[in-house]
């Protein structure tokens, strides 16, 4: 989920600029499942205390690309995220598709 203190940092011209050239240079393939690749990721998790350091948040090296599927499962191993739905790019709450059960109650 988008955290509000995240929010200008991916709205940012530069961040957005960072990003697209990074996945331009994977070729917008999934670095885990060579499935395409949607999201660019943090490996070091963005946080309050490192948000403003673009050593992480602007690092090529701190970057991963990675499909829907490999970005949840990265931060939503858990199963927090129902069938269904998934976090975008900047991890809002989406929905990406029907469920495949209806609900039954
Ligand atoms: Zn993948
Ligand atoms: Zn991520």
């Not at 600029?17 to 998790?45: L, P, W």
């Amino acid at each position: 989920m988008a955290h509000d203190y995240a929010r200008p940092f991916y709205n940012s011209a530069v961040w957005r600029k960072c990003s697209k050239g990074f996945m331009q240079s994977k070729n917008y393939i999934c670095e885990r499942c060579n499935d395409v690749a949607t999201i660019c990721h943090h490996k070091t998790y963005i946080t309050p205390a490192n948000i403003n350091d673009p050593n992480i948040t602007l690092n090529w090296n701190n970057l991963e690309a990675l499909c829907q599927t490999c970005h949840n499962l990265e931060h939503h191993s858990g199963g927090i995220v129902r069938e269904g739905l998934a976090f975008d790019s900047n991890g809002n709450l989406i929905q990406t598709a029907a469920p495949t059960q209806p609900p039954t109650d």
